[in-house]
């Protein structure tokens, strides 16, 4: 039973992906050749697929960032107001 979608599929070598890693956790450029790989028609399928997962996990993480900085910093800041003026009555 053969497949019927004959193009070949090249397997990335270790090295490859070493290089990738190594890339991808370069901070500014990791974003950009994110990008790259993920909508760039000559990259190999499997490194588009990861390369786009990766952008919806940074997004994901950056949206969970967001709501927890914005949550935990409206509690911090409630605290700070409801608690006691230390500077026009000092407690000695």
Do not use: C, H, Q
């Amino acid at each position: 039973m053969e497949n019927k979608d004959s193009r070949e599929i090249s397997v990335p070598t270790v090295t490859t992906w070493l290089i990738t890693l190594l890339i991808s956790a370069i901070p500014v450029i990791n974003l950009i050749m994110l990008f790259v790989w993920s909508f760039s028609k000559s990259t190999d399928p499997g490194r588009r697929n990861w390369a786009k997962a990766m952008l919806i996990l940074l997004a994901l993480f950056l949206i969970l960032g967001v709501v927890t900085l914005s949550i935990f910093g409206t509690v911090i800041y409630s605290f700070l107001n409801s608690g006691p003026d230390f500077v026009e009555n000092p407690v000695y």
